[in-house]
């Protein structure tokens, strides 16, 4: 079973790069056909897809954050991770690590999510 938690810092100022990092200890993340997204949700809004890394570490990102994401994975750690840069009070929103389909969408294997306030 797929089990996720994601850590890092718990706030972040302004400009600076958000970085995330989502421990899988459950199966591995380079199990075939599996895809490993970052999703978020700022406060009062929906979901949005950040990106994903694929099994072999192809990445995809939302073509609106993509100038500024940046997915990696530790295969030796079962981690992938997340870095956004150029953070602003718009980039505040609770961060999901999970697992998904190859376009994105959910499918089990949510963590639990973090907290990222934007502040000076």
């Known amino acids: 079973q797929v089990q996720l938690q994601e850590s890092g810092p718990g706030l972040v100022k302004p400009s600076q790069t958000l970085s995330l990092t989502c421990t899988n200890s459950g199966g591995s993340i380079t199990t075939r056909y599996s895809y490993w997204s970052w999703i978020r949700q700022p406060p009062g809004k929906g979901l949005e897809w950040i990106g994903k890394?694929?099994?072999?570490?192809?990445?995809d990102y939302n073509p609106s954050l993509k100038s500024r994401s940046t997915i990696a994975r530790d295969t030796s750690k079962n981690q992938f991770t997340l870095q956004l840069s150029s953070v602003t009070h718009e980039d505040a929103a609770v961060y999901y690590c999970?697992?998904?389909?190859?376009?994105?969408?959910?499918?089990?294997?949510w963590g639990q999510g973090t907290q990222v306030p934007v502040s000076s």
């Open positions: 999970a697992r998904t389909g190859d376009d994105g969408s959910p499918n089990g294997g």
């Open positions: 890394i694929t099994y072999s570490g192809d990445t």
